[in-house]
């Protein structure tokens, strides 16, 4: 198990949660850790929307990697791109050069995913990076500045019509922001228009929306949306994407909704590193081309390749899956940490057992939904723990002030005061 240095090598490729857990459980470990992300900060992904949507700004939910991890001397950082893996003889293939590894620990994350219609991409971009963030929140203002100056009321009302396709945790979130933004924060900004008048459309496929949680808080859900002005169309397929319009599959025939701003939450997949230790190791995938891995974490004949994270297809002993969540990755990531100290110590380990802690996804202002426990419920209780596991979950003391700032302002005041426009 040791490297002709006497250290072991452990590289970590991504730098999400499950890979930044793995690092720094692995702090005091006799082992060198090279962490290697085409990017240079860890994100709070589930805060994403909330930059789109002007409430919070890119670096309240960023910190540098280097900065998180700057006290801990066996750790180094490369930001690079992988683009190979070479399991022979054990190195990650980089644009330029290579990294040796004894241990890889793969935690790359997902993209989103268009279901064979790859063009939709520019028409409805998802959320899974803060370019994607800013980018959204670019076209989302755009579209009230369009309309304030639009003399056509057709088209001006087009320019008004937002939708938002998939209706899981991400999407609910979505539309229930976009909703504050219009009816609250924009409400006396324009002299043209009313954004109060905004149509917010929320589509999913689905008989109903955060399919994932117990009906009775999809019930719930909807019903706080629609009280905050959100049209839900539910069992409702988009069949194709104009530039102005969409043509949906509704339960009673294809309809086109005329909308400028279309943004994208119906469905993700592994990212493109997926692909490549398929093929360098004949992993199996699952239908989001998460790699099938064993109780121990790593793929089959290759006990030193680990796959944690949303990439990670973890089975459980009731049959179903790990859930692509923050909880899971946390403890994927710190599985795979004590896995390596204990075979650097001859020993095994049992197989990663994931603890549900629950789900939630907040509505609006004071409104949530919690399912923890068997126990579900909604309302302000929810939304404060919402709140608060959020802020906990924050990676720097210095995000956690900043977002908890901003949000007891935008509480008060209706106001988000990051709304900026920076075009492309």
């Not at 240095?5 to 930044?20: D, E, P, T, W």
């Not at 971009?125 to 963030?133: E, Q, R, T, V, Y």
């Not at 088209?155 to 899981?168: D, E, L, N, R, S």
């Not at 919402?386 to 906990?392: K, L, M």
Request: positive net charge; glycine residues 8%; proline residues 3%.
């Amino acid at each position: 198990m040791k490297n002709e240095n006497n250290r072991h090598k452990v590289v970590i490729l991504g730098s999400g949660f499950a890979g930044l857990y793995a690092a720094r459980n692995l702090k005091n470990t006799d082992v060198d850790i090279t962490i290697v992300d085409r990017n240079n900060h860890h994100l709070f992904q589930p805060l994403l929307y909330q930059v789109a949507t002007g409430a919070l700004s890119p670096g309240d939910i960023a910190s540098p990697v280097r900065g998180i991890l700057h006290k801990y001397k066996n750790i180094r950082i490369m930001k690079a791109s992988a683009t190979g893996l070479d399991v022979k003889h054990k190195k990650l293939l980089l644009e330029n050069n290579s990294v040796p590894y004894d241990t890889l620990i793969v935690a790359t994350g997902m993209k989103n995913h268009y279901f064979n219609h790859d063009d939709w991409e520019s028409k409805a971009p998802g959320l899974k990076s803060l370019s994607d963030a800013v980018e959204m929140r670019r076209r989302l203002l755009d579209a009230f500045e369009a309309a304030e100056i639009e003399e056509d009321t057709e088209k001006q009302q087009t320019y008004q019509t937002m939708a938002v396709i998939g209706a899981g945790p991400t999407g609910v979130e979505m539309v229930g922001a976009i909703a504050e933004l219009a009816h609250h924060t924009l409400r006396k900004d324009f002299r043209t228009i009313d954004p109060k008048k905004t149509r917010i459309v929320l589509i999913e496929g689905g008989e109903r929306l955060l399919p994932s949680f117990h009906e009775k808080l999809s019930i719930k859900a909807k019903r706080d949306l629609q009280a905050m002005g959100v049209e839900v169309m539910t069992q409702c397929m988009v069949k194709e994407m104009r530039d102005d319009s969409l043509l949906l599959q509704t339960p009673d025939g294809e309809k086109v909704l005329s909308v400028a701003t279309v943004i994208w939450a119906a469905g993700i997949k592994a990212a493109g590193f997926s692909e490549i230790i398929k093929n360098s190791t004949g992993a199996e995938q699952d239908r989001f081309n998460r790699i099938k891995v064993d109780g121990n974490l790593s793929i089959p004949g290759f006990p030193e390749l680990l796959i944690v994270g949303d990439m990670a297809c973890v089975l459980r002993q009731d049959g179903s899956t790990v859930p692509m969540v923050a909880p899971a990755a946390n403890q994927e990531g710190r599985y795979a940490a004590k896995l390596i100290r204990r075979r650097l110590r001859g020993k095994s380990l049992k197989d990663f057992d994931y603890f549900d802690k629950g789900s939630l996804a907040v509505i609006g202002r004071n409104k949530a939904v919690v399912e923890v426990a068997g126990n579900r419920f909604g309302g302000i209780i929810a939304w404060f723990i919402w709140v608060f596991i959020h802020i906990t979950f924050l990676i720097g003391f210095d995000n956690k002030i900043l977002v908890l700032l901003q949000w007891s302002w935008t509480y008060f005041t209706k106001n988000r005061g990051a709304r900026l426009i920076i075009d492309e």
